[in-house]
């Protein structure tokens, strides 16, 4: 034990005590006799030859501030370190001259265990399906006979100490790839390096900032962040859009490149965060990996700045946080028009204290804002929500929800202006226990002002519903539940329009463990118009089973499902679809052999009915799955 004694002496100086582990695994701890008046005491620390410190915040507890530090964040032997703490206003330090000066210890030879030599390791996954037509009661011209996919993951990685070093690459066989695409592609190359709070990344990157600037499916470049659990910061080289092969792995290809970066700080012990991040570049969606969509979207260039912050408060129980974009974009690189600024902005608030719940949050989003850091936005609306949630006691519980949105609400010509208000109220109460019975309202209504079709119906209406049903769980071996909704619509619009609905549902499982699954589901659906009094009505059921006919090695699997429409003066129809597959499982073969794999043999027969079909189409077929 190491204590020291601040040079003002007394009884109310503050002493650290310092207490090495004796063996392996043990932490090293410390402990700050803190009087009145101190509100604040973290540790700095390294391992002796390293330049920078590392923290560990003490946390207030009897008789003054502690913590410890795991013998893996060690890094040594001979660990330097001093104090700060707050008291009052004023910051103070044990020793007095630190950082100039330092105190140390040195810890026992079998307790900081000798470094890991360097592991090597080479994961791969095999993937695989393979089906054969066995009989089709109906040709269709290009019908393959058989039928093969499948995907090889390969990998590499190296561990040395506190270095981390991965290499990846996902390998695609399609037997019938879509047009413009090879039968073997690489889906997936991915390069990996991590030490201590550092981390880069090289090829296929999800990269994830904020709701207005960058987000969005897998990009292509290089990626590097570094974070301590209070500064973070992100900088990035992207590609918009995906490419195949080497295409872009690095570094971004010319006009899909997105360049940027976000610096992030984390306040009071962590309990507020704030980040800025900035992004620009240039996007073509023609280049992308699968461009059939490409002629919905055009060209476009731009640079975003945003600023998020977010707090929690009161022992967690208040969180706020909210969000500030601004962009600057040309949407359209092909019409001359240049790039105009916009802005949006979005805050949340959220109080939780027991069993009472409330939450709330307002957002707005210009006419013209857009990030290329996002594959798309829907601009142009502002909007409100907010909510509670109580429990009154174990068996009871309240919910309610509000939402109002206006999109387009300073609209061009012959842009459609709307509004949609939605309130919601439900409640719960277990009547016993595995059965709970619920209820609940909703109440919205909407608003559009289209110049170009005044009279499309129920373009303005309002929507009333009320719904009850019950939850009944049956032990562990299966649970039912049913719901009844009545709702009624009224168009508020130049067409008189006014209809109401009834819709049933039931749903359930059950199962017998190593014998039998049954999961059936009923819906039947009733509309009627008031003004016509003619009816819409449409029944949907299905079901989904297996039956275990030799444990762990031949199972029966049955889905299927049958629905029915009827409409106003047009004749009823139906459609029936059915899936039977008898399964032999390999798996327990290869868990003996290899230690892991999962693999089925199955016979399958598929048999489909389809409105205006002279008769049903029923196939068979064999088909082997394997993971290994």
Do not use: C
């Not at 009944?472 to 006014?498: C, E, H, N, Y």
């Not at 048999?607 to 064999?622: F, H, K, M, N, Y």
């Amino acid at each position: 034990m190491l204590a020291m004694v601040s040079p003002a002496g007394g009884a109310a100086s503050p002493e650290l005590k310092v207490t090495a582990p004796t063996q392996v695994g043990e932490p090293l701890t410390f402990h700050l006799t803190a009087p009145s008046g101190y509100t604040w005491a973290t540790i700095f620390y390294r391992a002796q030859g390293e330049e920078s410190f590392q923290t560990l915040a003490l946390q207030p507890e009897e008789g003054g501030y502690g913590g410890a530090l795991a013998s893996k964040q060690l890094g040594g032997r001979v660990i330097q370190f001093y104090a700060a703490y707050r008291e009052g206003e004023a910051l103070n330090f044990l020793p007095e001259a630190a950082p100039a000066a330092l105190e140390s210890i040195t810890l026992g030879e079998t307790v900081v265990p000798p470094p890991n030599p360097t592991q090597h390791r080479f994961p791969f996954r095999f993937d695989a399906s393979l089906e054969q037509l066995l009989y089709r009661s109906q040709e269709h011209p290009g019908d393959k006979a058989f039928r093969a996919n499948g995907q090889l993951a390969l990998g590499y990685e190296m561990q040395s100490g506190e270095h981390l070093l991965s290499l990846s690459t996902r390998l695609v066989y399609q037997d019938t790839p879509a047009p413009g695409q090879s039968r073997v592609s690489v889906a997936e190359l991915q390069g990996r390096y991590a030490y201590k709070e550092h981390h880069l990344q090289m090829g296929d990157i999800v990269a994830q900032e904020s709701e207005f600037s960058l987000g969005g499916a897998s990009r292509r470049g290089t990626d590097y962040v570094y974070s301590d659990g209070r500064f973070y910061s992100h900088l990035f080289a992207l590609n918009t859009q995906p490419h195949q092969g080497m295409t872009g792995l690095v570094w971004p290809e010319k006009d899909t490149e997105l360049y940027g970066g976000a610096l992030g700080y984390s306040w009071l012990e962590g309990r507020v965060k704030s980040k800025l991040v900035l992004l620009g570049g240039k996007d073509d969606p023609t280049t992308a990996m699968n461009p059939v969509y490409a002629s919905f979207f055009h060209a476009r260039e731009g640079s975003t700045a945003a600023f998020t912050v977010s707090g929690a408060f009161q022992e967690n129980r208040l969180l706020l946080s909210g969000e500030y974009a601004r962009t600057r974009l040309d949407p359209d690189l092909s019409d001359g028009i240049g790039k105009t600024v916009d802005q949006a902005w979005r805050v949340n608030g959220a109080w939780m204290d027991g069993g009472f719940s409330a939450r709330t949050s307002a957002w707005e989003i210009g006419r013209d804002f857009g990030s290329i850091g996002l594959p798309m936005m829907a601009a142009n609306r502002r909007g409100a929500s907010g909510g509670f949630s109580l429990a009154l006691d174990p068996a009871w519980s309240l919910n309610a929800n509000l939402m109002s949105e206006r999109s387009n609400p300073d609209p061009q010509p012959y842009e459609s202006k709307a509004r949609n208000d939605q309130r919601s109220l439900d409640a719960r109460w277990t009547v016993a226990e595995g059965f709970t019975l619920k209820a609940g309202l909703s109440q919205g209504e909407q608003w559009a002002e289209n110049p170009l079709n005044l009279y499309a119906p129920y373009s303005n209406s309002r929507r009333e519903g009320v719904f009850t049903g019950f939850d009944w769980a049956l032990g562990l071996k299966g649970a039912v539940m049913f719901q009844a909704q009545a709702d009624r619509i009224q168009g508020t619009g130049a067409l008189p329009s006014q209809a109401h609905g009834l819709t049933l549902t039931m749903g359930g499982s059950f199962t017998e463990p190593n014998r039998l699954r049954l999961s059936p589901s009923l819906s039947l659906v009733r509309s009627t118009d008031d003004l016509t009094g003619m009816e819409t009505r449409m029944t949907t059921g299905f079901l989904s089973g297996d039956v275990t006919l030799v444990p762990r090695l031949l199972v029966l699997v049955v889905n299927g499902g049958y629905s029915r429409t009827e409409l106003p003066l047009q004749p009823a129809f139906s459609n029936t679809n059915g899936d039977f597959a008898l399964q032999y499982f390999l798996t327990p073969w290869l868990e003996q052999q290899f230690q892991r794999g999962q693999a089925v043999l199955a016979l399958r027969y598929r048999v489909t009915r389809t409105p205006g079909a002279p008769e049903s189409d029923r196939r068979a077929t064999l088909t082997f799955n394997i993971s290994y």
